[in-house]
């Protein structure tokens, strides 16, 4: 009984001297990064996330994860970029080696995500719906009920973006010939959505100005294109406006 009880205290001592020495490496890992990039700390202190500012004041948090076995185990990272976060990692590595590999990343991708502030700002995105700075594509509407989704390398952003259609099989076969045919104007040396007017020869539609929780609220003809009509339901459904909204896109 007595050596069971020896056993299991000895088993206790060792455990908070590892958790203690974890504790003190933890804590002394965010000051060298700084207090004042902290966002989160878990209460087991497994759960970190630092934000970081890039060069043109965007912030973004990076999530990092460890286990117990932390150095010796590379933490798991995760943050709102378009590709996965793969770390060089050995067992003296800290959480600032950490930092500064997601510094260098988000340095890397400065013209790509300008490209996406560029049509955030300048165009009609459909989706995401809210800004989402890991996706790598943007819907747009287009007009004549017709959306284009742009896919843009991520590498190479002002490059011609690869782009599908949306819409009736009349408007969508027009628009990829146009495409077709004028993608041979595409200039790096303009923006993007410079370049999309270009290629569309069109201005194209650009962000609602009235928007409530950030939806778009169309107004009742608008809206009445959605609804159900006669041929569909018969008599007990409704029918097509009589009159067109003049703001229609």
Not at 49 to 74: A, C, Q, W
Not at 127 to 135: E, I, N, R, S, Y
Request: proline share 5%; charged share 25%; hydrophobic share 35%.
């Amino acid at each position: 009984m007595e050596v069971s009880k020896k056993f299991t205290d000895q088993s206790r001592c060792r455990e908070m001297a590892i958790t203690s020495s974890f504790c003190r490496r933890i804590y002394s890992e965010v000051e060298e990064v700084g207090w004042e990039h902290l966002v989160k700390l878990g209460d087991d202190l497994l759960f970190l996330s630092f934000r970081v500012m890039d060069d043109k004041g965007r912030v973004h948090i990076l999530e990092i994860t460890l286990d117990n076995n932390y150095p010796r185990s590379p933490p798991s990272v995760s943050a709102d970029v378009p590709w996965n976060l793969n770390l060089e990692w050995s067992s003296n590595s800290k959480l600032r080696d950490v930092l500064q590999q997601f510094q260098r990343q988000v340095h890397m991708l400065q013209e790509f995500w300008s490209t996406l502030d560029d049509i955030d700002r300048s165009l009609w995105v459909i989706d995401p719906t809210h800004t989402h700075l890991a996706m790598p594509y943007r819907q747009i509407k287009i007009g004549h009920d017709c959306c284009a989704i742009l896919s843009i390398n991520v590498n190479d952003p002002l490059s011609l973006p690869e782009c599908r259609f949306l819409g009736s099989d009349t408007e969508v076969n027009s628009l990829r010939n146009i495409w077709k045919r004028n993608s041979k104007k595409w200039k790096k040396d303009k923006s993007f959505s410079e370049n999309l007017a270009c290629v569309f020869e069109t201005q194209l539609p650009q962000p609602p100005h009235a928007r409530q929780n950030e939806e778009h609220a169309e107004c009742g003809i608008c809206f009445a294109q959605y609804l159900p009509t006669d041929d569909e339901f018969g008599a007990k459904s409704g029918s097509a406006t009589d009159c067109t909204c003049e703001n229609r896109n």
